[in-house]
Nanobody, 121 residues
Framework: QVQLVESGGGLVQAGGSLRLSCAAS????????MGWYRQAPGSQRVLVAA???????KYADSVKGRFTISRDNAKNAVHLQMNSLKPEDTGVYYC???????????????WGQGTQVTVSS
């Protein structure tokens, strides 16, 4: 089993910054991708940013240039620095971890409990 613990959400005014952190623990192995998803009220959960163990990064178009994802492989931690926040960034942010194995179709996904980010206008 893998556990993900998030921290760093909160209330901020538009234009402000927040930093989210997620620490993973448990049986972690293989190719590990970590990332952040956002779920706004009445909407589906969508990818915000992701980073592989080789530090390849992917961002949603809406956050490019404003958000930065980083990773500490030694600590199995991932961070999301969010700058120039907008009201549309509001939602519950979930940390995600995916494990895969080279040469196999095996895949396992884990989710954190979510942390609320609210950006006021």
């Amino acid at each position: 089993q893998v556990q993900l613990v998030e921290s760093g959400g909160g209330l901020v005014q538009a234009g402000g910054s927040l930093r989210l952190s997620c620490a993973a623990s448990g049986s972690i192995f293989g190719i590990v991708t970590m990332g952040w998803y956002r779920q706004a009220p009445g909407s589906q959960r969508v990818l915000v940013a992701a980073i592989t163990s080789g530090t390849i990064k992917k961002y949603a178009d809406s956050v490019k240039g404003r958000f930065t994802i980083s990773r500490d492989n030694a600590k199995n931690a991932v961070h999301l620095q969010m700058n120039s926040l907008k009201p549309e960034d509001t939602g519950v942010y979930y940390c995600a971890l995916e494990m895969t194995v080279v040469g196999s179709d095996w895949k396992k996904n884990y989710w954190g409990q979510g942390t609320q980010v609210t950006v006021s206008s």
